[in-house]
């Protein structure tokens, strides 16, 4: 399906004064036809009939008057029959017979432009507006918004190459670029990107591993890398926006950015896993204590023996090594023993 635009429609305004003056021409026929039936009798019925003719039929042209706000589109058809797409701001005439199609105009995502608020009348005044408008809201609900919208999927719960449970939450940001594929190659185009969305995530996020695991390959080379779902987040975003804009591309949506909003373990391994980093922290910590430490301690024994302030013999250093590490590598405040007697 091929999308074809219509721009030399624009003619609504001239249409519009052209059907009103057409009214009052009417309306003058009728009057002329009924103020004059003995002087113009017989000829007076064929007036009456005509202006008669023409009030009865001539809403049926207003009804090919569109309005287009900026970045909106209607898609329209005749007896079944794809006839062209309307896009841009402007005052259109188009066939009265015309119908506008948007198969997912009353569908609701918990996106940006298209959230329901599903607010009730509850007086008797915003009941009868509430009907007042519910014509225009009709017409209004089968333009398509060309509009950057955003796409806020709801979290998922997903196994990760190790098989370890993760929460995930994606947005997606996406417009309309076909309007004629987005209408009639796909049913709905609104659930269509968002089951995409859904299945594009589950397939990025088993390659990867929640945090850096030995021995994983990611980018499907062969090779392990420290590709990670934590560490990679830029890099796992835009593999799922390539993913979902690889689906969706038939249905005429274009897909701009994908960004990771909720990365979390799920619940039931989340306090385990919370202890598993504590350790490797704590771990990490104590390396670079002792590292240090032992830094320190060469530089005192090196310093001692330079100046030549003290001479040490091994068993001397030895014991002088052991203090100083614990005193720098001790969780509390070391207790000093004062010795007053003879170092020997």
């Given at each position: 399906?091929?999308?074809?635009?219509?721009?030399?429609?624009?003619?609504?305004?001239?249409?519009?004064?052209?059907?009103?003056?057409?009214?009052?021409?009417a309306l003058g026929l009728v009057l002329?036809?009924?103020?004059?039936?003995?002087?113009?009798?017989?000829?007076?019925?064929?007036?009456?009939?005509?202006?008669?003719?023409?009030?009865?039929?001539?809403?049926?042209?207003?009804?090919?008057?569109?309005?287009?706000?900026?970045?909106?589109?209607l898609v329209l058809t005749l007896f079944?029959?794809?006839?062209?797409?309307?896009?841009?701001?402007?005052?259109?005439?188009?066939?009265?017979?015309?119908?506008?199609?948007?198969?997912?105009?009353?569908?609701?995502?918990?996106?940006?432009?298209?959230?329901?608020?599903?607010?009730?009348?509850?007086?008797?005044?915003e009941l009868f507006n509430g009907q007042?408008?519910?014509?225009?809201?009709?017409?209004?609900?089968?333009?398509?918004?060309?509009?950057?919208?955003?796409?806020?999927?709801?979290?998922?719960?997903?196994?990760?190459?190790?098989?370890?449970?993760?929460?995930?939450?994606?947005?997606?940001?996406?417009?309309?670029?076909?309007?004629?594929?987005?209408?009639?190659?796909?049913?709905?185009?609104?659930?269509?990107?968002?089951?995409?969305?859904?299945?594009?995530?589950?397939?990025?996020?088993?390659?990867?591993?929640?945090?850096?695991?030995?021995?994983?390959?990611?980018?499907?080379?062969?090779?392990?890398?420290?590709?990670?779902?934590?560490?990679?987040?830029?890099?796992?975003?835009?593999?799922?926006?390539?993913?979902?804009?690889?689906?969706?591309?038939?249905?005429?949506?274009?897909?701009?950015?994908?960004?990771?909003?909720?990365?979390?373990?799920?619940?039931?391994?989340?306090?385990?896993?919370?202890?598993?980093?504590?350790?490797?922290?704590?771990?990490?910590?104590?390396?670079?204590?002792?590292?240090?430490?032992?830094?320190?301690?060469?530089?005192?024994?090196?310093?001692?023996?330079?100046?030549?302030?003290?001479?040490?013999?091994?068993?001397?250093?030895?014991?002088?090594?052991?203090?100083?590490?614990?005193?720098?590598?001790?969780?509390?405040?070391?207790?000093?023993?004062?010795?007053?007697?003879?170092?020997?």
């Amino acid at each position: 399906m091929t999308e074809k635009v219509l721009n030399n429609r624009k003619n609504g305004m001239a249409m519009l004064l052209l059907f009103i003056l057409l009214y009052l021409a009417a309306l003058g026929l009728v009057l002329l036809g009924a103020g004059l039936a003995g002087a113009l009798w017989p000829w007076n019925v064929p007036l009456l009939v005509l202006g008669i003719a023409w009030l009865g039929v001539g809403w049926i042209p207003f009804l090919g008057l569109k309005v287009l706000k900026p970045q909106e589109a209607l898609v329209l058809t005749l007896f079944g029959k794809y006839v062209g797409t309307l896009k841009g701001e402007g005052f259109y005439f188009v066939n009265p017979f015309c119908t506008a199609v948007n198969p997912a105009a009353k569908t609701r995502l918990s996106q940006s432009g298209d959230v329901d608020g599903g607010s009730k009348n509850s007086s008797l005044a915003e009941l009868f507006n509430g009907q007042a408008q519910a014509q225009a809201a009709e017409i209004a609900s089968k333009k398509i918004s060309l509009k950057v919208m955003t796409l806020s999927n709801s979290r998922q719960k997903i196994n990760d190459c190790l098989g370890n449970p993760v929460e995930i939450g994606i947005a997606v940001m996406w417009r309309v670029v076909d309007t004629a594929k987005a209408v009639f190659n796909v049913d709905n185009y609104k659930e269509y990107l968002s089951l995409q969305c859904d299945s594009a995530v589950r397939n990025i996020v088993r390659i990867y591993p929640y945090d850096i695991a030995p021995g994983v390959d990611t980018t499907g080379d062969g090779l392990a890398d420290e590709g990670s779902l934590r560490g990679s987040s830029e890099t796992v975003a835009q593999r799922i926006r390539d993913e979902i804009q690889q689906k969706v591309a038939d249905a005429g949506i274009e897909i701009l950015e994908a960004r990771i909003t909720y990365l979390a373990y799920a619940p039931e391994i989340a306090a385990v896993m919370l202890q598993r980093q504590q350790a490797s922290a704590i771990i990490d910590a104590r390396k670079m204590i002792v590292d240090g430490a032992v830094g320190m301690v060469e530089m005192a024994l090196e310093r001692l023996s330079e100046n030549h302030t003290v001479e040490l013999d091994e068993e001397r250093k030895a014991a002088m090594v052991s203090n100083l590490l614990v005193v720098l590598c001790g969780n509390r405040d070391a207790q000093p023993v004062v010795n007053s007697g003879s170092l020997y």
